[in-house]
């Protein structure tokens, strides 16, 4: 398995440009998570997805952010227009649900995209 | 908001020794996961522990939980220069969203 899949793994911008990226998630897997890492707040989720539908997105700082899941194989989180305090290095990850309890269980993290906004 | 807190922030031990990291949270949970981080990569997962599992093996890691505390250990046994990383564990609330919480993280160093 190719692992989860993250797209760009660096990307710089200028303030005020719109910023997209990309994730797919390993085959089968239920559950979509994006987080983001920088150094003054640690790891934070942003917005997770169950079977493609937005489940919470109470962790998304502000309207400029927006996540979609078209399909069971994407996910995209843009944000417009961007700003210099985005600038973070911003996960996904994904996992299945597990059996019985439900829920999502251990998850698998890609490699990260660093975005930089000038 | 952060849930756990790993203790200590930073630690450096020689090759071959013990490493010893605690993780305080704050709420019940239904799961803890430990993670490791090398220096600009992504997370990869360790180990996971139940909220009624008390210990937990995984090759030269062990994990306690003590819920009543609401504390974890990881303890690598044996430590190689290769382990050198960040080291953070994360919860999963009981009853709450899917996501995890995350803590600030031990930064590790295994001196050769």
């Known amino acids: 398995d190719a692992g989860v899949i993250q797209s760009p793994r660096h990307e710089v911008t200028e303030m005020g440009q719109e910023v997209t990226l990309r994730c797919k998630p390993i085959s089968g897997h239920d559950y979509l998570f994006w987080y983001r890492q920088t150094m003054m707040r640690g790891l934070e989720l942003l917005i997770y997805?169950?079977?493609?539908?937005?489940?919470?997105d109470s962790g998304m700082p502000e309207d400029r952010f927006s996540a979609k899941m078209p399909n069971a194989s994407f996910s995209t989180l843009k944000i417009q227009p961007s700003e210099p305090r985005d600038s973070a290095v911003y996960f996904c990850?994904?996992?299945?649900?597990?059996?019985?309890?439900?829920?999502?269980?251990?998850?698998?993290f890609g490699p990260g995209t660093r975005l930089t906004v000038l | 908001s952060q849930q756990g807190e790993e203790d200590p922030q930073a630690l450096s031990i020689q090759e071959g020794e013990n490493a010893t990291m605690n993780c305080s949270y704050k709420t019940s949970i239904n799961n803890l996961q430990w993670y490791r981080q090398n220096s600009g990569r992504g997370l990869v997962h360790l180990i996971l522990i139940r909220s009624n599992e008390r210990e937990k093996h995984s090759g030269r890691l062990r994990v306690t939980l003590d819920t009543s505390k609401k504390s974890s250990s990881l303890l690598i046994t044996a430590s190689r220069a290769a382990d050198t990383a960040s080291y953070f564990c994360a919860t999963r609330e009981r009853g709450g969203a899917d996501g995890l919480t995350f803590g600030k993280g031990t930064h590790l160093i295994i001196q050769p």
């Open positions: 990850a994904s996992s299945l649900e597990r059996v019985g309890t439900g829920g999502a269980d251990t998850q698998y």
């Open positions: 997805f169950n079977n493609n539908v937005p489940i919470d």
